[in-house]
């Protein structure tokens, strides 16, 4: 969610949309309690919950967010929940000053974030040498599958800045990390991967 704050968007947080979900699946996520994980474009904080439940009491949940109504609005969330172990970063995912040394990254429906390669190699420089790394969200079906991709432009229009490379959108941070695995859902207008840190810094 890193559209402009001065947006609609950043104005009034909408819901996340459907695509969002996929990435904190079980097969997606390898996360054990007392870990780390950072959600990198969190949002208003609508998966931190999810998170959270993962991770457990003795771990941590922090998320990267650049716009502060919604950074805010999440830290709202986090205090009515009463998370202790959850906090934000309000800033964006190039510039944040990441407080931990986590156990897994993910990108869940942040497009922009993942054209980046800027903002992906921050994040990556505060993971433990093979960390779980997972990103999910909407790309572009076959050429053929016009309707597919009409919906899949106005499902996720809202929430990026601009589609180039929304056909794979996972090919900057492919090359960022190891063991990387695609898998493409919703007749290949989804998808999730899933990778490690490397071992040893590049």
């Not at 805010?72 to 986090?78: D, F, G, N, S, T």
């Amino acid at each position: 969610m890193n559209k402009s704050p001065n947006s609609a968007a950043a104005a009034h947080p909408p819901a996340r949309p459907a695509a969002r979900q996929p990435a904190y699946g079980k097969q997606a996520l390898s996360v054990s309690p007392g870990q780390v994980v950072l959600d990198v474009g969190s949002g208003t904080g609508l998966c931190s919950g999810l998170l959270q439940d993962k991770v457990g009491p003795q771990g941590g949940v922090v998320g990267i967010e650049e716009s502060p109504e919604m950074a805010a609005v999440a830290r709202e969330r986090i205090a009515d929940e009463g998370w202790r172990n959850v906090t934000v970063v309000q800033s964006p995912a190039e510039d944040a000053q990441i407080p931990v040394t986590a156990d897994a990254a993910v990108f869940c429906a942040v497009h922009d974030i993942l054209q980046s390669p800027d903002a992906l190699r921050n994040v990556l420089t505060k993971l433990r040498p093979g960390a779980w790394v997972a990103a999910g969200g909407g790309k572009w079906a076959a050429p053929w599958l016009v309707g597919v991709n009409l919906q899949a432009r106005m499902l996720h229009a809202p929430f990026v800045r601009s589609f180039e490379g929304f056909g794979r959108p996972w090919s900057h941070l492919e090359q960022l990390i190891e063991d990387v695995h695609v898998r493409e859902l919703a007749l290949g207008s989804g998808y999730i991967v899933t990778g490690h840190a490397p071992q040893t810094p590049s």
